[in-house]
């Protein structure tokens, strides 16, 4: 099992940024990919960025392309998601989830991960 931790949102105003990050544990020394999602209310959960084991692999929607960067530091079982430039659109729950499977890929369909967090706010005003 892999237990995962988002931290990191919080309100800011548009056009700031926001350093969200996804602390791992349990089965960590066993390689997994790690998408990033976002659910605002009313709206299905969608994909915002991910990222494959040893980084090889990294994938962002159309959305958050040029405004968000995914990293990870397998060291430190963490995965960080810098965002900047943040709209009101952006606004939403976000959640780490944990593929075990792929590993050196990134899916962008929920059904792929094993594992979720409990998901952190980000409240983007205008």
């Known amino acids: 099992q892999v237990q995962l931790v988002e931290s990191g949102g919080g309100l800011v105003q548009a056009g700031g940024s926001l350093r969200l990050a996804c602390a791992g544990s349990?089965?960590?020394?066993?390689?997994?990919?790690v998408g990033w999602f976002r659910q605002a209310p009313g709206k299905e959960r969608e994909f915002v960025a991910g990222?494959?084991?040893?980084?090889?692999?990294?994938h962002y929607s159309s959305s958050v392309k040029g405004r968000f960067t995914i990293s990870r530091h397998n060291a430190e079982n963490t995965v960080v998601l810098q965002m900047n430039s943040l709209k009101p659109d952006d606004t939403a729950a976000y959640y780490c989830?944990?593929?075990?499977?792929?590993?050196?890929?990134?899916?962008?369909?929920?059904?792929?991960?094993?594992?979720w967090g409990q998901g952190t706010q980000v409240t983007v005003s205008s």
């Open positions: 990222i494959s084991w040893r980084s090889e692999n990294i």
């Open positions: 349990g089965r960590t020394s066993s390689p997994y990919s």
């Open positions: 989830a944990a593929d075990i499977l792929r590993t050196a890929v990134v899916s962008t369909t929920t059904w792929s991960y094993d594992y």
